[in-house]
C-alpha cells in the first residue's frame, strides 16, 4: 500500500455526479440495463480534450442519477469509496435537480444527500461529511437564489451537515459578475462559499468577484488556474494580489485540468507555484469517476512530479485541515488523526 494511500487526508473539491467509480457503475448498469442508453464507455475522460467534452459527459451523468434511489445510491458508495481511500474529511457538492418526471424536487434531492450522509455515519463510516449546495451558472441568477435558501434552510434543519454554497457549471456561460448579491447573501446568511473562478481565462469577473466578496465572505477559490501573474497576461496583478492579501484558499485539481486542457502538464501546473508561496492550495479530485483518479492519486502525482518526500506529503496533508469550512474543533480533529498517523508511521 502507498504512502499516499494510508495518509489521512482531506478532500475538498468534489462533485457528487461526477465521483462515481467505474464498478459502482457497472452494478448500477448490471441491475438496472444501459439506463437511458448511457453506456459506460461514454462515462471516463480517458485522454486530454477540450473542456467542452468534459461537459458533454456530464449531461450524459444526468441521464443516470435521475431518482432518488439512484441518488442515494451514488451518495453512499462515493462516501464509501473516499473512506477507503482515507479521506477523513469530505466537503462534497452537488447541485439539486428537479425532474417532474421522476417525482424528484429540489428538497427531495437535498433530502436523500443528507440521509445518505446520515447512514454512512450510522454504519460507523470513519469520514466526516458536510455539504455543499452547487449553483450551476448555466441556470441563471433565479435558480441561484433558490439554492442559497435551500442551503440556508438545510444548514439550519441539519445543524450545520449543509454548509455552504458551490459555484460551478460551463464557465464560457454567463458572468459570475451577475451573482455576487448572491453570493453576499449567501454569506450573509453565514454559508461559506466555494466558488469556480478563472479555471479559464476570464479576468473580469475574477476580478469583479474577488473585489466585491473579499472581507465579506469565507470562501474558497475552485481551480483558479489563472489567478496569478503570466508574463502573457499583464494588468491583472490585482487578481493575484487580493487572493495573497485575503489568503484565499485554491482547490487544484491536477488530472481534472490535465484532461481538460486548461493546464498542459503537472510541471506547469499552478499548485506548485502556490505551494512554493506557502500559499493555502489543497489537492482535489474534482471528479473522480469523470477524471479516472483517486485524492491518493493526486498525492501521488504531485509527489513524484515535484520529488516531495514523505514529510512533505504529510506538511500537504496538514496544511489543508485550515481551509475546511467547518469549525476548529473539527480542525483539531483532524490534526489529531495526522499526528497519531505520524507516530505509527515511524
Ligand atoms: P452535480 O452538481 O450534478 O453533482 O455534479 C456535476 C456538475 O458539477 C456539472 O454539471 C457541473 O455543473 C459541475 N462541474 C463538475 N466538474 C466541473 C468542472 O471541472 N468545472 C466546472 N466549471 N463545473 C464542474
Known amino acids: 500500500e502507498e504512502f499516499s494511500q494510508r495518509l489521512p487526508k482531506v478532500e475538498l473539491h468534489a462533485h457528487l455526479n461526477t ?4 464498478s459502482f457503475l457497472q452494478d448500477l448498469m448490471r441491475q438496472r440495463g444501459n439506463i437511458n442508453g448511457v453506456s459506460i464507455e461514454d462515462l471516463r475522460l ?12 456530464f449531461s450524459k451523468l444526468h441521464q443516470i442519477f435521475r431518482t432518488e434511489d439512484t441518488i442515494y445510491l451514488l451518495t453512499r458508495s462515493v462516501i464509501r469509496e473516499f473512506a477507503e481511500d482515507n479521506v477523513k474529511y469530505l466537503e462534497l457538492r452537488s447541485t439539486p435537480k428537479q425532474i417532474p418526471e421522476t417525482g424528484l424536487t429540489r428538497d427531495v434531492y ?17 469520514i466526516t461529511v458536510r455539504l455543499l449546495v452547487s449553483i450551476d451558472r448555466r441556470q441563471g441568477v433565479e435558480v441561484a437564489k433558490i439554492a442559497v435558501d435551500l442551503a440556508d434552510r438545510w444548514m439550519k434543519s441539519t445543524q450545520g451537515l449543509v454548509l455552504g454554497i458551490d459555484f460551478s457549471g460551463d464557465p464560457k456561460v454567463g458572468d459570475a459578475t451577475d451573482y455576487i448579491p448572491v453570493f453576499l447573501d449567501a ?20 476580478k469583479n468577484v474577488l473585489r466585491a466578496c473579499c472581507g465579506h465572505c469565507t470562501m474558497r477559490i475552485g481551480h483558479g488556474t489563472f489567478l496569478h501573474r503570466y508574463e502573457s497576461d499583464k494588468g491583472h496583478e490585482e487578481i493575484e494580489d487580493l487572493v495573497v492579501q485575503w489568503k484565499i484558499p485554491i482547490e487544484a485539481c491536477v488530472t481534472s485540468n490535465l484532461l481538460s486542457k486548461t493546464v498542459d502538464g503537472t510541471g506547469t501546473h499552478h499548485f506548485w507555484y502556490w505551494h512554493s508561496k506557502q500559499h493555502p492550495v489543497i489537492l482535489c479530485t474534482d471528479g473522480k469517476g469523470v477524471f479516472g483518479c483517486l485524492l491518493s492519486d493526486e498525492y501521488s502525482r504531485v509527489a513524484k512530479e ?12 496538514l496544511s489543508t485541515t485550515a481551509s475546511i469550512f467547518e469549525n476548529d474543533e473539527i480542525k483539531q480533529r483532524l490534526r489529531d488523526i495526522l499526528k497519531k498517523f505520524c507516530e505509527k508511521e515511524q
Do not use: N
Not at 515535484?306 to 496533508?317: I, K, N, W, Y
Open 19 to 22: 465521483s462515481y467509480s467505474m
Open 187 to 206: 454569506a450573509r446568511r453565514g454559508l461559506k462559499l466555494s466558488l469556480h473562478l478563472a479555471e479559464i481565462p476570464l479576468y473580469e469577473e475574477t
Open 110 to 126: 437535498m433530502q436523500t444527500m443528507v440521509r445518505a450522509v446520515q447512514d454512512c455515519e450510522k454504519e460507523g463510516l470513519d
Open 46 to 57: 480517458a485522454d486530454a480534450k477540450p473542456m467542452d467534452q468534459a461537459f458533454v459527459i
Open 306 to 317: 515535484f520529488s516531495l518526500g514523505r514529510e512533505d506529503l504529510v506538511s500537504c496533508a
